[in-house]
């Protein structure tokens, strides 16, 4: 599975000085994912993988980790979703779905979708 997503992170740019300065970079980033955590205080989940989409910032393969949120929009790639999974998310995509929270499990090779109401 991919995951897809938009965001701002550090660059740093050394400067002839010896000191080294920071800028905040927009960059959209693709990663092949090889493991997910789940971040209780920051409410976020943490994908970690190779970068599959060379960047002028990120090179093509290099390890980077993805913090996934309800406030910034993520995507979500396999090559063969489960019809089950995707009647799921169609249902809580639905605005007359009855469920309060809709949660996806992610492991490695597979992704479980839940429905909480």
Avoid: Q
Wanted: net charge neutral; glycine share 12%.
């Amino acid at each position: 599975r991919k995951v897809t997503r938009g965001g701002v992170g550090a660059g740093g740019d050394s400067g002839g000085g010896g000191s080294c300065e920071s800028e905040r970079i927009k960059v959209k980033l693709k990663v092949l994912v090889t493991s997910v955590t789940y971040d209780g205080d920051g409410e976020a989940i943490r994908v970690k993988g190779r970068n599959t989409t060379e960047t002028e910032h990120v090179k093509l393969g290099a390890y980077h980790t993805l913090d996934i949120d309800t406030r910034r929009p993520v995507t979500v790639t396999k090559s063969l979703w489960d019809t089950i999974d995707v009647d799921r998310l169609r249902y809580a995509s639905s605005p007359t779905a009855n469920a309060d929270v809709a949660v996806l499990l992610i492991t490695e090779g597979l992704a479980n979708i839940f429905l909480v109401g």
